[in-house]
């Protein structure tokens, strides 16, 4: 009875002893861990041409190659407004190259819509006429008084554009070109005709009659080439003997007359 006894206290110790070691083997501490691992990391062996390298360089090796074990990569940002520079000066203008080759003409364009209808312009200058033409006469007798003395005329007939002055007696040339002028008079009662048909201040024609005891009319004709600012006129001109042209109230004797027959822009 007694070793059955020592047998089962033997046994009971071994068994102890059996769950002890494998409770050790099967939860180790920590560290054991660690120092377990190290104890059982394989080595690749060398090559027959290679040299064996040590456990530490193999760990760095794998770590760093293993994508949960390798360091992040640290991509440093720079702020490139801070390096940027303050605006120049604008440079000097470049020498101009020379014109390209003409291109090709190009189609025709499609025909718009009609516009509406303008404003009425303002009236245009009457030297851009292309016309000018006047007729006036003198219904009263005119006697010479001075040396030179103007003629003057009461009625208009035809004075366009206003080109004839009916205070002055004169024509004023507003369109450039060849102009016909004619005079026309009444001689009478043994008294001297003479008129001078003036271009500005020099006389280019002469109407002339002797006395008579007749009625005559005296006529006198010409072409002027007449620039802007000309003036045509008629002027009584005083000799020794006394000067005179009639005329009645009622009907017209004296006429002068004028009209442009090719202007200078033609």
Known sequence: LLLQVARLKMSAVLLILLVSTVNAG????????????????????????EQPVSVASSRYVR????????????????????????KGDTGEKGIAGGSGKEGERGLRGFHGQKGQKGHIGPPGNSCKLLYAAFSVGRRKPLHSSDYFQHVTFDTEFVNLYQHFSMFTGKFFC????????????????????????MKNNQEVAILYAQPSDRSIMQSQSLMLELWEGDEVWVRMFKRERENGIYSEE?????????????PATE
């Open 26 to 49: 099967t939860f180790p501490e920590k560290g054991s861990l660690r120092r377990e691992t190290r104890w059982l990391s394989c080595v690749r062996c060398c090559g027959p041409s």
């Open 63 to 86: 770590m760093s190659s293993n994508p949960a074990y390798s360091l992040p990569k640290v991509q440093p940002t720079i702020d490139i407004t801070i390096l940027k520079g303050e």
């Open 174 to 197: 507003y369109v450039p070109g060849i102009y016909f002028f004619n005079l026309n008079v009444h001689t009478w009662n043994f008294k001297e005709t003479y008129l001078h048909l």
């Open 250 to 262: 009622s009907d017209t004797y004296i006429t002068f007359n004028g009209h442009l027959i090719k």
